[in-house]
């Protein structure tokens, strides 16, 4: 089969070619090329997220689409996914096609409140007793340096020492791999000196890394650092993955960031990813597109931003959907989406950051929080830890909006919890304007019911480039709520009236522009349509009729909920009246709703933090219950139900409406 | 500076190009194309092994030399280490000039008599309590398939089984990441029937492996294989890397084999190497060239002889000397070779395969015989519990020819151990003719007295190619009994007499031919120089002087040496009267001679086959006394006195002479 080279221009970056056979989709081509267009709807043509730009050859397609507008056709717009190489070509892929693995963010503590928000977080595990019980110390040793007649290896000379220190059996000592191949230069260079980063498990303890204590006091007179020990985070999202660099002495947050997970390539769903995992090679590429080019570079960048060597991290945890957590071990999750739905595991084992190749201290533990079910994974077990219902009195409920919906419903005497398919728009996923909260991103908004004009509250206070999941929530409030659309989510004043908000195109569909093109950060306006809404309606309606499923199971009254944590990286915060209006969230008093932000690294934190609250996350996860909604009667009917704003029962609103 | 392309057409192989810098040795340069030419004298010119030939451009180089006579420097025959890159040019690599690392000899079990001499040494183990006591086993279980109602995760199926079956608690079970990778492909694959590989260390228990115990009854009717567990010894060689595969449960060996350690193109002895691992990325060149250049391949072959999964090796035992152990975990060596001569480690804590990147199941353990000494290394304390020497009542002697010599001397009571620099003639190393006891090697000689003619015997009763270490012995022993040389290891007889047996080059340097290039498998004659039996006395004087040496420093008579144990690689057997009649071995009846071939490798086959082996080993090594001959006074004095046939004093060879 001949092969056609393909060229792909990336804005703002480089060239990159590769050979490809003909009639391969030209999505599939830039992956070989390691370009990350995005593909959210994982190549099916339905999000428009991979648009491109043809500069030269041709490519088999259908012609003009529902995304690609005629006018834009003939100017060489193509969908990468739905075009198939046909010979040479060349193609422009805008920044706005690629999957963002490459954005790290990295958040500015200074501004941020993540710091003080841990910090109190931490009081709270000190109030139960969790924290300053890691088994790690920093010991300084001055060793007597060999001659002839003492020539001892260095291993010896310093575990001899160390022995005698630590008043233990020599035998009880042992020097890690890492650090013995370390040990001889340093302690050359450091005149046998040396500060030792020790690891206590019972009676056994190890050295795990050296460093030079000595302090040059000749004419260049620079002072060694302590070794500092640190531990990390990491909240493993189907779209985001956040990381908390944690020094570990202080349980200070020193640095904290996030960036795109880059399996996003290969589908924004958790289910499009998993079929990719089954092609040959497939779980190597998604296990390397979290793990290689997402998490190694955030650490590079969370070290470099707090001065830590990567090999000072010592302690690492990962919280993550179950799917998230078999792709980043490197676990086939294929089973997952077949019936029964089945994974690999749910608990992991004692594993260490070789063992998966992480980019930090080899012999760091890694700890993985545990998974309870299919879709319900260990970034819902952390965040229960994190949310701390499971030490509640009375039945609180805990709503994770990730890329799915996840809720755990109970108190210190049951728990239990399930999943929903509520998509990823609360992310901005299946929302053609739909962004993730970060620059720029419409965060809430206002809309004067007479003339239709939003006040918006943008991300960063820059020019507005999309919509978040909690601005998506409140445009569609103050759509309903001023009218501008029905119940069943339709726009419904007549023509003249509408413009110029609502408009309709060539093929009668119907948007409402938040943003014109002159004020939008991107040059293009930024608008919801009825398909949009309709994706949207669906995914409150999951999470909605989740809470009724699971309050009916075990029989109690939507009152009885004493507290309702919300979770998830929709926003700076979430507005939960607008989130009860539209009947995504049970109508009670908004006294009793609490955005927690992202209760998953959070978990994942007092995991690295403290022993006893991994042993607890483990625990907990045991003694939760897991609820199938897909196979629990009465759950469609609940979803048809929820599918209206706010819901085909309008009492069940009576107080919100 | 411009770079030249230099051009490397090895023979009866690829061709090699790589740009380097003006005056850069043409030996470097091939070493940065990939091109492992040998160097054992470490590129001083002096062993004229790197010989190439130039076809094309010019190099900078001094003219003809002992190694290069005119007549070929004419026909552009270079010595690589001598030349330098001066411009563009192309050279020819003979076979006769590259490092062996490629060639692995796997022996034929049936025709070897290894098999019964393990099996013999195993009996002797078993006699001492030891094997059987791996902790190692493999049970088979049929776990109840999932459904909807049933939806635990493949691994805590597995283990709740696994625990029910034991009668332990499920969170002393572990599955090892390798297993759990496997585990949800071979659960459908085999109905979920499978086999799994349980390691036990006290209470804990970890499945390290799983197969598909399903025996497929089917129109394919495939009986499935019941999972074998393996285990692989392996002796690190200055000169040959050697290794042993072992059947776990049976102690059997199932195949062996050995292959040139591939870093001898960074020098024959182990001090270049340590020059050469200091230099930037040296460490990592030294470490690769003998683990995925020499004992990869090895296992592949290994394997794939004996019909067994890399994944199905679960303990490996290595013993080397102490720089061979440096290089194989990737420590720095470098002080070894600097006063006061402190390697990085004598002992080695826990390690795993994963920990190294050694291709066999990632959780096997790896355990590292221990060293005393900077040049008495793990390879010798594996050797002092083979050979049982720590069990003697009476006091006996060890001697391990390998590339250096090591000696111990001891019993039950004590031990006694040190290295002599007797350099690498034993294994072919500095002499012209020198070769490895492999095919083709002359290994036992005698010589008409009369007609200077040799009677040979040659490893595979091939055409003889060189001469290896117990043939270099009878050859010396024979010229020295036949009056050819003369103690100073000269040739006596006048001009006439010695033809054609004896010639002397344009240089008036003389040499015997052993055999005329018409009888040899190279084409070139087999000779031995003036030089070569000057290079060759040096090492049999530092045997004898460090057997001198160590039992003045204990005041022990020769006399009462009750045995002598002759190890290493330098042939099928050894003239024990040979060695005794040039001095090399003090003169006892020949009855307490025992050669026993590799005694590292067959240390680290007891370390496989028992756990209390390895216990053994590392505690007998703690009680070696480790004697440093270069600081010992009347060393050299000995080593003086001992550089002649057999001896300035030639009342110690009474009885031999």
Chains 1, 2 share one sequence.
Do not use: W
Not at 138 to 143: K, N, P
Not at 568 to 574: A, E, F, K, T, V
């Amino acid at each position: 089969m001949p092969l056609c080279t393909v060229t792909f221009i990336i804005e703002g970056s480089e060239t990159r070619s590769v050979q490809v056979s003909r009639d391969m989709p030209l999505l599939e081509a830039a992956r070989k090329a390691g370009v990350a267009i995005d593909a959210p709807c994982g190549g099916n043509g339905t999000c428009g997220k991979c648009r491109v730009r043809l500069l030269k050859g041709s490519l088999a397609d259908d012609g003009p689409s529902r995304h690609i507008k005629p006018d834009d056709y003939a100017a060489g717009f193509r969908l990468a996914c739905q075009s198939r190489v046909t010979g040479e070509a060349e193609a422009l892929v805008p920044a706005s096609a690629l999957a963002y693995q490459t954005r790290i963010k990295i958040a500015d503590l200074a501004v941020t409140r993540d710091r003080e928000v841990y910090a109190a977080f931490r009081r709270e595990l000190a109030g139960m007793g969790m924290g300053g019980d890691l088994g790690l110390e920093v010991l300084s040793f001055t060793l007597p340096p060999p001659d002839l007649g003492d020539a001892a290896a260095d291993r010896e000379r310093l575990l001899h020492k160390a022995a005698e220190y630590l008043a233990v059996d020599e035998n009880a000592l042992d020097l890690d791999l890492y650090a013995l191949r370390k040990l001889p230069l340093l302690l050359r260079k450091s005149r046998f000196s040396l500060n030792c980063v020790i690891k206590s498990e019972g009676a056994r303890k190890t050295i795990l890394n050296v460093y030079d204590s000595a302090v040059s006091a000749g004419a260049e007179n620079r002072a060694v650092p302590p070794p500092r020990m640190a531990g990390l985070a990491i909240d493993i999202g189907t779209t985001t993955v956040s990381m908390a660099l944690i020094d570990l002495e202080l349980g200070d947050i020193v640095a904290i960031g996030s960036a795109g997970n880059g399996q996003i390539r290969y589908g924004a769903d958790v289910i499009n990813r998993i079929i990719e995992s089954g092609r040959p090679g497939g779980l190597e590429r998604l296990h390397t597109a979290v793990t290689r080019e997402c998490i190694e570079p955030l650490i590079e960048r969370l070290c470099e931003s707090a001065g830590i060597n990567r090999d000072q991290i010592y302690r690492v945890a990962v919280a993550a959907n179950t799917t998230m957590t078999h792709f980043f071990m490197g676990v086939p999750g294929e089973y997952i989406r077949l019936e029964p739905y089945i994974p690999a595991f749910f608990q992991s084992g004692a594993l260490f950051a070789r063992d998966l190749g992480l980019g930090v201290n080899p012999a760091a533990e890694v700890l993985v929080a545990p998974g309870i079910g299919s879709y319900v994974g260990g970034d819902i077990t952390a965040g229960v830890f994190s949310s701390m219902i499971f030490k509640q009195t009375g039945p609180a409920l805990l709503i994770d909006l990730g890329t799915n919906g996840e809720l755990v419903f109970g108190s210190a005497d049951f728990l239990m919890a399930c999943a929903c398919s509520a998509g990823p728009a609360f992310e901005g996923g299946d929302i053609g304007c739909g962004m993730r909260a970060t620059d720029g991103a419409i965060e809430a908004v206002v809309i004067d019911g007479e003339t239709m004009t939003p006040a918006l509250t943008v991300v960063g206070a820059d020019k507005p480039r999309g919509i978040c999941g909690s601005g998506l929530i409140d445009l569609i409030a103050e759509l309903f709520r001023a009218g501008i659309i029905n119940a069943k989510g339709k726009f419904v004043r007549e023509d003249a009236a509408e413009r110029p908000r609502v408009v309709r195109d060539e093929y009668g569909l119907a948007r409402y522009i938040a943003v014109f093109p002159e004020a939008s950060g991107t040059g293009d306006e930024i608008a919801l349509t009825e398909a949009d809404i309709d994706n949207f309606i669906r995914a409150k309606g999951a999470i909605f009729s989740a809470v009724r499923t699971m309050l009916a199971a075990v029989d109690y009254p939507v009152d009885a909920i004493e507290a309702v944590f919300v979770a998830g990286g929709i926003g700076s915060g979430i507005n939960m009246q607008s989130a009860i209006r539209i009947g995504m969230f049970p109508d009670l008093p908004l006294e009793k709703f609490h955005y927690i932000g992202n209760s998953s690294l959070m978990g994942a934190y007092a995991m690295v933090h403290s022993r006893q609250g991994a042993e607890t996350v483990r625990d907990t996860a045991r003694g939760i219950t897991y609820l199938e909604l897909s196979s629990h009667p009465g759950y469609m009917d609940e979803f048809v139900a929820a599918c209206f704003l706010p819901h085909t029962d309008a009492a069940l609103f009576a107080a919100g409406a």
